[in-house]
Nanobody
Framework: QVQLVESGGGLVQPGGSLRLSCAAS????????MGWYRQAPGKQRELVAT???????NYADSVKGRFTISRDNAKNTVYLQMNSLKPEDTAVYYC??????????????WGQGTQVTVSS
């Protein structure tokens, strides 16, 4: 199995910035894609951003131009730089990984989540 450990959440004022990190560890053959999702109270979990091993990225319209996803393949770590934060960005942020246990087995895992609160 793989463990995904998120960090970097917290309380920030509107207009502020945070950087989330998610490190994957375990018996990993390869990580094909990683992503960030978020879930606000009373709402469904939604896509924030994804990034493939080839560094192709995808963003939700609500965060384009404000958030940047990146990854360090050598460290099996994905980052989410969040700028110009708004109260509506408040949510628990989850990372995920599509990874290979070997060349024939592909698995998918979620992290435990990290709280981001944007409030004055």
């Amino acid at each position: 199995q793989v463990q995904l450990v998120e960090s970097g959440g917290g309380l920030v004022q509107p207009g502020g910035s945070l950087r989330l990190s998610c490190a994957a560890s375990g018996n990993i053959f390869s990580i094909y894609a990683m992503g960030w999702y978020r879930q606000a109270p009373g709402k469904q979990r939604e896509l924030v951003a994804t990034i493939t091993s080839g560094i192709s990225t995808n963003y939700a319209d609500s965060v384009k131009g404000r958030f940047t996803i990146s990854r360090d393949n050598a460290k099996n770590t994905v980052y989410l730089q969040m700028n110009s934060l708004k109260p509506e960005d408040t949510a628990v942020y989850y990372c995920n990984a599509l990874w290979g246990k070997n060349s024939m087995t592909t698995l998918f895992n979620w992290g435990q989540g990290t709280q981001v609160t944007v409030s004055s």
